[in-house]
């Protein structure tokens, strides 16, 4: 068939070069580190098999989280693995250790399916796993849904495909023609008869159904098919269908729907061979390499530090599901300042395309740059990651060369001269639609009045304390700061880097015979800084170099 | 402290002068005590206890004696607190409040029936009754007009060598100075920090070793009031053994180092005799109980607490302490709302000039106290059986002016515990 | 005693012996730690936006109150932004309301009493001084321990009521009873630093550095921390001086669950204290 191989060759080709490509990206741009194994040889082949049979082939570590997932991708991994090497590589797969096959007998029509089923059935739990959840929902993005979609198709058009054949008679003269020799004049019409009663055919004509032409049906119908033909009963899933499409047959069957669907099948398998080496259709690769790879590890103790390599396999085998987003320790943060980065799923892809050089946006950059900041690395995403991911040590080891690319405040502050700094967050937006200061004490002058100028909270400053000129070194005291605000000039105290510099110990608020809250306002100037960065210093009219 | 179930012989209601006094008398007396206070009056202390300097205000009348001072002022001004006290008293207290510091570490001196003269930041000289030991040397160069040197340091504000010379300088000639650089810090300084950094010997001998130039022909050394935050001494005598002259401190422009020392061997030392201690919180209600106990709502937010007392000592303080409230009309006490003794409108506060000699109407306002120091209601008796109160709280002195606070509040407080117990 | 126990974010990969340690000692003493799954307490994230931090806090503080447990915490800065949160709700009735909704999103309700202790208290008030004593199998007798009490449990006073702030004396209490003699040191109430990690290294180094100076120069033995981050900034951080580093040969730091572990006569391993960088040759291991 012309149009099945030009079309295997051109999906394969494009599967290849993809994946060649992406196993090239692994190395990444990581500072290099040499791996080494710390155990010996054997040891490792022992864990790795161990990992390959618990992990992979038993999803272990999904089952942690959620039983739901784990059902749903066991009953996808298994359904679609046993579609796919009994089905689609039959030829090579079936045939060769099971001689007398044929796909139209059992068990392996009824293989074909349950396996289906068994896909249909956990994609279907899938789609309701992540409708079901909001911040699922929320995370569940273009290349998730056409995951779903694609193996939906070539589940639904294989389904549809076998359906069409049951009713087609067109297939069945196909096979009679080929196959069935009659030996008298009626016995085509008995077959016909027999097989639209038993297998499922649709003809055109009504056959007689009398007891008498059904046996004679049944008799040559166990001389010249049953060898290679089972009941379709046993096809559980395409007889029922194919019955449901009982009233659409004859449209069905005079527009050879079998081809039609046998297109459409088809295409949809190429289509999916060509993706997989793209986004995350790339995981059944790369997550079972990297499940080995972490042989059972759920921690990222120093002494297995991956080489770049690893890393890279890491980065690619997420499958997109969401657990360790659902579980971060930081989502409440996401769920107030509303930026992806911060969970740990989003934060990936942002990852992957800061580490493979792709083109980011100063936006995303500086997304990314909070995502990583507020990332407390409590080890929870790694420890629940289903594909076993080492996330901890990419998030530490991403760290140093994302802050460095788009630095926080903090970090852009400390590179400027003293007369830069009194300007260095002029630029950004002062606009009112950053998220409200919470206590709103430094612009309220109320909480300045009873300040005396005493200077007992830069007198207690043990950050004033360890610097040789305190002005020189933090630019502005702490009673310079309230004295400041007491005059209505926040933005004068914006860049100094006492703010900046404050161990949050609150002595000085502890101290303060006023009762003025030094601490809590030194906390507001800095969140004032974030809040205008958050709120696109970018896309303000000023340099892009302030953020 | 998240539980205060106990019940507490005595609620100290202030952590100043009076508070500590009365915290310090009251549980050497075995009694269980409690006290709350936040920072107010006495860290802007200059850390020396005046017993009583000058007489009357308006004339600026200094007195040598202070006993004869305070026999002065009684006669005439028969409603000072002093009234209520004998000589006796006044001494006992000031005799075992300084006993007390000096076990921690912080030894005041001084004369028995003289007031010793110290100088100030600005020059002029300050009688006062005891000193810290610190200062002491101080007061000797004074009265000898011994050749004295005052290191002064570049970026430290608030003391002035050159000020103090040139006050000084007809009465004192041999009293030079010298603006150094502070070793190891620039620009601006406070006085706390120097004093943290002097607890190092090694910056002790850099400091030693600039100054020995300009000390050629000096028998003393004086400086301001940083040699050390907690153990002063300790740093003085190291820098008299260093440079072999007899060394002294000067207490700075408020905010001096003087205040938290005083309070630190408070914090170190109230806790050791048992006194449970909420310190930086305020009381913000008191109801009185059936027994006629006191049930204090002390702190704020999350972590109020109730504190439960059979009697209290009332030692708030005046304005800043916030003991007494200036509103717009009137000025109130914030704890029991008792009534003030003030001028009878708002306009009769203050005279006409703010630097007149005689003070201000307002510096005398306070609670007034029957013979036993407890708080007066309206009517004349006394507001509460068990209520007593100390320090500025009380009224009819000007302490800032008659130099008299500290005395006054140790003192008033060593009876108002003594009353307590009977 | 039954607590829900709160570790904290920085036990897990940062400092794993305080959470070895605190498990141990627990058990030891019948204080039962029910864990659940709370999220990051949110005192990190209050420099960049004070919502998300008291959102963070406040969602632990409910997930709690819904086990119907109180919190245990061995964390000092987890403790002091959970009472933070729980005071900025009681004085602001607008962010209360924010929260709320902010909640019901995760089909929680706004907690009502928010029960929140750091483990010192529970020490000192429920299980107390005399049952300590008692359960001393190895007395620290001649051990010489500074107590640092560190920030973000005592101040602001108001806010946590942890202890007096000018004048604590919970840890020193705690080390008495188990025989140990606890030494006044100037700066016990000082900052460790750690805040400043990240964002000024150099001013949380020479803070670090104060401390540890001070805690010397009085002759400590051992620096004793109750708080997840003093710990990482006197051991962990201290161990990236250079070998030649004086502060190197300061007193160690160890956890006070370490300390009391030892004094109750559990195995040095399951306290963790192989993993402390910079070892302690305490009595008798």
């Excluded at chain 1, 997550?287 to 790879?293: D, E, Q, R, W």
């Excluded at chain 1, 002595?507 to 800084?529: G, M």
């Excluded at chain 3, 999103?105 to 009502?112: F, R």
């Excluded at chain 3, 710990?231 to 070998?243: N, P």
Aim: hydrophobic letters at 40%; charged letters at 20%; proline letters at 5%.
């Amino acid at each position: 068939m012309i149009f099945f191989d030009i079309g295997l060759t051109l999906a394969l080709s494009i599967c290849v070069i993809g994946i060649v490509y992406r196993v090239a990206r692994w190395s990444g741009k990581w500072t290099s580190r040499t791996p080494h194994l710390s155990s010996g040889f054997f040891l490792w082949i022992v864990r790795a098999v161990k990992a390959v049979i618990l992990d992979v082939l038993f999803l272990a570590r999904s089952g942690r989280t959620s039983f739901l997932r784990w059902l749903a991708h066991s009953l996808v991994f298994f359904g679609f693995m046993g579609l796919l090497l009994f089905h689609a590589m039959d030829e090579t797969v079936t045939a060769t250790f099971f001689p007398f096959y044929e796909s139209t007998l059992d068990p392996w029509q009824f293989l074909r399916n349950l396996f289906g089923a068994m896909t249909l059935v956990g994609l279907a739990l899938m789609v309701y796993r992540r409708v079901r959840s909001t911040k699922l929902r929320l995370l569940t993005h273009f290349q998730d849904w056409a995951a779903l979609l694609i193996i939906g198709c070539i589940l639904l058009s294989g389904f549809l495909l076998e359906a069409s054949k049951i009713m087609s008679p067109a297939v069945f003269d196909r096979m009679t023609d080929e196959y069935f020799v009659p030996g008298e004049v009626g016995d085509l019409t008995a077959l016909k008869a027999y097989w639209a009663h038993e297998y499922g055919v649709v003809f055109s004509v009504e056959y007689p159904r009398d007891e008498e032409t059904l046996e004679l049906g049944a008799s040559l119908d166990e001389d010249s098919c049953v060898d290679c033909h089972a009941s379709t009963a046993t096809a559980f899933v395409s007889r029922p269908l194919a019955t449901a499409l009982g009233p659409v047959a004859f449209a069905l069957n005079t527009s050879r729907a079998d081809q039609v669907f046998w297109y459409f099948h088809v295409i949809f398998c190429f289509i999916a061979l060509a993706a997989l080496p793209f986004g995350k259709f790339f995981h059944p690769v790369s997550t079972p390499i990297n499940l080995v790879a972490r042989q059972g590890r759920r921690d990222d103790l120093e002494e297995f530090q991956p080489s770049d390599v690893l890393r890279g396999v890491g980065m690619d085998a997420c499958t997109r599901c969401g657990e360790c987003s659902l579980h971060c320790s930081v989502a409440p943060a996401f769920t107030v300042l509303g930026n992806q980065n911060i969970l740990p799923s989003e934060k990936l892809v942002s990852l992957k395309q800061f580490q493979t050089g792709e083109q980011m946006s100063q936006a995303s950059l500086t997304a990314f740059s909070e995502g990583s900041r507020i990332c407390t690395e409590c080890l929870r995403c790694t420890d629940l990651c289903p594909s076993g991911i080492n996330l901890q040590d990419l998030w530490i080891a991403s760290k140093a060369q994302i802050t460095k690319r788009a630095p926080s405040p903090n970090d852009l502050l400390r590179k400027k001269t003293a007369a830069q700094r009194a300007r260095v967050f002029d630029d950004l937006c002062k606009s009112s639609s950053i998220l409200p200061a919470v206590a709103g004490l430094a612009d309220d002058s109320a909480s300045y009045w009873a300040c005396v100028q005493c200077t007992t909270c830069t007198s207690v400053c043990p950050v004033v304390a360890v610097c040789e000129d305190p002005s020189r070194d933090l630019d502005l005291l702490p009673q310079q700061i309230m004295n400041l605000l007491r005059m209505g000039l926040k933005e004068e105290t914006l860049g100094a880097r006492m703010v900046w510099s404050c161990t949050t110990c609150y002595k000085c608020q502890e101290h303060c015979p006023q009762n003025i809250r030094v601490a809590d306002v030194l906390y507001e100037l800095r969140n004032t800084v974030a809040a205008r960065v958050r709120d696109g210093g970018a896309s303000c009219e000023g340099n892009g170099e302030s953020l | 402290m998240t539980r205060n179930d106990d019940i507490y012989d005595v609620m100290v209601i202030g952590a100043g002068f009076a508070g500590m006094a009365a915290a310090l008398f009251a549980s050497a007396q075995g009694l269980k005590v409690v006290q709350t206070g936040a920072t107010g009056g006495i860290d802007f202390s200059t850390g020396f206890i005046d017993l009583m300097g000058v007489h009357p205000i308006a004339e600026g009348k200094r007195w040598q004696n202070p006993w004869l001072a305070i026999e002065a002022v009684i006669r005439d001004c028969p409603k000072h607190p002093y009234g209520l006290l004998s000589k006796d008293e006044i001494f006992e207290s000031v005799d075992t409040f300084t006993r007390f510091l000096a076990e921690q570490g912080l030894e005041y001196v001084g004369h028995f029936a003289r007031n010793t003269c110290s100088v100030t930041p600005a020059g002029t000289i300050k009688r006062t009754y005891r000193v810290p030991k610190t200062a002491w040397n101080g007061s000797l160069a004074l009265g000898k007009k011994a050749p004295t040197l005052i290191v002064d340091f570049h970026g430290l504000k608030g003391f002035s060598g050159t000020q103090l010379v040139e006050t000084q300088k007809h009465h004192w000639p041999e009293l030079k100075t010298v603006r150094i650089q502070f070793p190891g810090g620039h620009g601006e300084l406070y006085p706390e920090h120097m004093a943290w950094a002097l607890a190092d010997p090694t910056v002790q001998e850099k400091m030693i070793a600039a100054i020995m130039p300009h000390a050629v022909d000096v028998e003393y050394l004086g400086f301001p009031a940083v040699l050390g935050l907690n153990d002063p001494q300790k740093v003085v005598d190291h820098l008299a053994e260093l440079s072999g002259k007899h060394v002294f401190e000067i207490p700075t422009m408020p905010p001096s180092i003087a205040g938290p020392r005083l309070r630190a061997v408070f914090d170190r030392g109230l806790p050791s005799l048992g006194v449970c201690t909420h310190s930086q919180k305020m009381v913000t209600d008191v109801q009185v109980l059936d027994s006629g106990m006191f049930e204090f709502s002390v702190g704020t937010g999350a972590a109020k607490l109730s504190v439960t007392a059979k009697k209290a000592i009332l030692a708030t303080g005046r304005f800043f302490g916030k003991g007494l409230q200036a509103e717009r009309k009137k000025l109130v006490e914030p704890v029991f709302d008792l009534p003030v003794v003030q001028p009878e409108a708002r306009e009769q506060w203050h005279g006409q000039e703010f630097f007149a000699p005689q003070g201000h109407p307002v510096n005398s306002a306070g609670i007034e106290v029957d013979e036993r120091l407890r708080p007066m209601d309206a009517s004349g008796r006394p507001a509460y059986d068990n209520l007593y109160a100390a320090g500025a709280i009380l009224a009819h002195h000007d302490w800032m002016r008659m130099k008299c606070g500290a005395g006054l509040a140790i003192a008033t407080a060593y009876k108002a515990v003594k009353e307590l117990m009977r | 005693m039954k607590y829900a126990y709160f570790p904290g974010c920085k036990i897990p990969h940062h400092l794993p012996e305080y959470g070895a340690s605190v498990e141990a000692v627990c058990k030891a003493l019948d204080i039962e730690l029910v864990p659940l799954e709370f999220n990051c307490c949110g005192w990190p994230v209050r420099h960049e936006n004070e919502l998300a931090s008291i959102f963070s806090a406040v969602r632990n503080l409910a997930v709690a109150e819904k086990a119907g447990l109180p919190i245990f915490t061995p964390c000092k800065c987890c403790f002091g932004n959970l009472k933070y949160a729980q005071s900025r709700l009681a004085e602001d009735e607008q962010l209360s309301i924010q929260v709320e909704s902010l909640l019901a999103q995760d089909g929680l309700a706004l907690p009502k009493s928010m029960n929140v202790y750091h483990m010192l208290t529970i020490l000192d008030e429920q299980v107390g001084a005399e049952l300590l004593h008692r359960q001393t199998a190895n007395s620290l007798e001649g051990v010489k321990v500074a107590c640092h009490y560190g920030c973000h449990a005592l101040r602001p006073g108001n806010v946590t009521g942890f202890d007096d702030p000018m004048a604590p004396t919970v840890f020193e209490r705690i080390m008495h009873a188990i025989g140990a003699e606890p030494v006044d040191w100037d700066l016990r109430l000082e900052c460790c630093g750690y805040p400043l990690r990240g964002r000024d290294d150099t001013i949380s180094e020479a803070l670090m550095r104060k401390k540890l100076e001070d805690a010397a120069s009085v002759g400590a033995d051992v620096v004793a921390t109750a708080c997840t981050y003093c710990q990482l900034q006197f051991d962990k951080e201290r161990d990236g001086l250079v070998y030649s580093d004086p502060l190197r040969k300061a007193p160690p730091a160890v956890l006070v669950s370490q300390i009391l572990g030892i004094a109750l006569g559990l195995d040095p391993k399951a306290l963790g204290l192989d993993m402390n960088c910079i070892p302690w040759h305490g009595p008798g291991f």
